[in-house]
């Protein structure tokens, strides 16, 4: 069982009173309620949560593709985060802009420890990705995108897809863009969730476009293309990001 207070409740009662009126609250009291435990026995609520629950769960529990090994969420060869990216450039690539250079993901946006070989359920998709972010495109120039991969690189880590470099003392160092060395005055077209495009100091300011493509889905989309070809869903190029002592 919980206590829960009304203390703060009836505080915030208070000052509403207190900015429209003339009144003086000369002293406040409150009182403590127990809210009891849930009655497991009950079974109206279950019978009317079972259809749902029922529904929900044979979704979830779908099959839509396999996957060759353990992907792990690791500070170097992160193989969780450069699946996801991987899905993110392939899909965007197919159903956004053919053109698209580089994927990226925020780290604490990887929402399981690993995902073990075998199959992967829509469920699974749901625990990894969670959130209800859109797929984002932005243009940015080279040396700005250099600034980005350089504030990683000294911060949470470089996940990626569409881009080979080093970390070198915190900084990204021999950065190539599809092969290709990175042009400072060039312009790329990167994909990133809209949330960490709004959040960030770099990139809050660039202009980005947005289809409704979740990331979620482009992920549930990505399993589903390489399982229509009759394979598994692996990460080439785990030392896409290495680093250098």
């Given at each position: 069982m919980r206590k829960f207070s009304f203390y703060p409740f009836l505080i915030a009662i208070f000052f509403a009173v207190s900015c429209n009126t003339s009144y003086k609250t000369e002293n406040v009291q409150y009182s403590n309620y127990r809210i009891q435990q849930y009655d497991k026995g009950s079974k109206s609520l279950t019978s009317v949560v079972k259809p749902y629950s029922d529904s929900v769960n044979k979704l979830m529990n779908v099959v839509i593709g396999y996957n060759a090994v353990k992907l792990e969420k690791k500070s170097e060869g992160n193989t969780l985060g450069f699946f996801l990216t991987d899905a993110y450039l392939e899909m965007a690539k197919q159903k956004v802009d053919p053109k698209v250079d580089a994927a990226f993901m925020n780290s604490g946006g990887i929402r399981l420890p690993e995902i073990p070989?075998?199959?992967?359920t829509q469920g699974k998709i749901f625990e990894l990705m969670p959130f209800d972010n859109l797929m984002v495109l932005l243009k940015v120039k080279g040396s700005l995108l250099k600034q980005y991969l350089d504030t990683l690189a000294a911060n949470e880590g470089v996940i990626e897809s569409g881009i080979t470099m080093q970390i070198?003392?915190?900084?990204?160092?021999?950065?190539?863009v599809g092969g290709k060395p990175l042009d400072l005055n060039g312009d790329y077209t990167i994909v990133h969730s809209d949330y960490v495009a709004m959040n960030s100091n770099l990139l809050k300011n660039i202009h980005?476009?947005?289809?409704?493509?979740?990331l979620r889905d482009a992920l549930l989309d990505y399993v589903k293309f390489i399982n229509d070809q009759n394979k598994k869903v692996t990460v080439t190029n785990i030392e896409r990001v290495s680093y250098v002592n």
């Open positions: 070989a075998g199959a992967i070198v003392n915190k900084t990204a160092q021999q950065v190539l980005r476009s947005a289809n409704g493509y979740l």
